[in-house]
């Protein structure tokens, strides 16, 4: 069964706007990830989250864990159009492999 | 530089038949993997190789065998394709065997069985 759960599963904004991403899991973690795909491309590494932590900062991109609700969210600010992707979250639940969930489709309007 | 390569890009088959997928990594890591995103892009591990060796088997059908010749290559052969089969399947690597560690995605094959 799949791990994690991102909600929306399609997201449309427009250029400058915020964009929320969500990611439930079922199980205890290790840690959480997020990845990007581009349309037709792999997946880029984008954050890692640990369990102990709560909150976490990478340029536009913030991070929160919630582990007592088991959830996660990616916030994008300031949305360019090069954001347009795929976004997945990967959770680590200890058995050396990661889970990744059907991911966002985001698309961000010029 | 490319870091995760794959051949081929683009691979279009017949059901019965046997094909190879290859994967090579220059970024000096120790562990490789093979994942497969299906239709809904729901991405599944299906092996992981730490140094050569295996360390993860995904209950993946027997017709798919991995083979790493070295840490730097895992190729993925599968046999009696199905149409079942056809799907993205990415390559991956990381420096450790440790899932924390930030794994580096190769550009995908599209596996496409007719």
């Known amino acids: 069964s799949q791990q994690g759960e991102e909600d929306p599963q399609a997201l449309s904004i427009q250029e400058g706007e915020n964009a929320t991403m969500n990611c439930s899991y079922k199980t205890s973690i290790n840690n959480l990830q997020w990845y990007r795909q581009n349309s037709g491309r792999g997946l880029v590494h984008l954050i890692l989250i640990r369990s102990n932590e709560r909150e976490k900062h990478s340029g536009r991109l913030r991070v929160t864990l919630d582990t007592s609700k088991k959830s996660s969210s990616l916030l994008i600010t300031a949305s360019r159009a090069a954001d347009t992707a795929s976004y997945f979250c990967a959770t680590d639940s200890g058995y050396n492999k990661l889970i990744f969930g059907a991911g966002t489709r985001l698309a961000v309007h010029p | 530089d490319t870091a995760v390569s794959q051949t081929p890009k683009y691979l279009v088959t017949q059901m019965g038949n046997d094909k190879s997928i290859k994967c090579e990594q220059n970024?000096?890591?120790?562990?490789m993997y093979w994942y497969k995103q299906d239709s809904k892009k729901f991405l599944k591990i299906m092996f992981s190789y730490n140094n050569k060796e295996l360390i993860i088997n995904e209950t993946v059908p027997n017709r798919f065998s991995p083979k790493s010749p070295d840490k730097a290559h895992l190729n993925l052969h599968i046999n009696s394709l199905e149409l079942g089969d056809s799907a993205v399947y990415f390559c991956?690597?990381?420096?450790?065997?440790?899932?924390?560690?930030?794994?580096?995605f190769g550009p995908g094959t599209r596996l496409l069985v007719l």
């Open positions: 970024l000096g890591h120790d562990t």
């Open positions: 991956a690597s990381s420096q450790g065997d440790r899932v924390q560690e930030t794994q580096y």
